[in-house]
């Protein structure tokens, strides 16, 4: 069956880093385009970064730009979000999602980690 399982969440102090990653399995890695979103308490969930191919395009939430990279390894089955320069505002569940390039009713959800950034 389809699973998404990140890691890497965690608490970090302002201004610091923290790499998430989402193991993926149950489908063909490489048709679907990656993304992570967020969901902070009492707001909607919201896309923060996507990629669609390895070394392909990439696109970004204006909060993000320049402070988070996105990438993925399709030998590895794997997306990652490197976070750096972190702020309070990021503090959320970050989540996994997977859709089909070719079939986009495709879409699946990991089940989320917390990232705190917190003084």
């Known amino acids: 069956q389809v699973q998404l399982v990140e890691s890497g969440g965690g608490l970090v102090q302002p201004g610091g880093s923290l790499r998430l990653s989402c193991a993926a399995s149950?489908?063909?890695?490489?048709?679907?385009?990656m993304s992570w979103y967020r969901q902070a308490p009492g707001k909607e969930r919201e896309l923060v970064a996507r990629?669609?191919?390895?070394?392909?395009?990439?696109s970004y939430a204006d909060s993000t730009k320049g402070r988070f990279t996105i990438s993925r390894d399709n030998s590895k089955n794997t997306v990652y979000l490197q976070m750096n320069s972190l702020k309070p505002e990021d503090t959320a569940v970050y989540y996994c999602n997977a859709r089909g390039l070719y079939d986009p009713l495709n879409n699946y959800w990991g089940q989320g980690t917390q990232v705190t950034v917190s003084s």
């Open positions: 149950g489908f063909t890695f490489s048709s679907y385009a």
């Open positions: 990629i669609v191919r390895a070394g392909g395009s990439t």
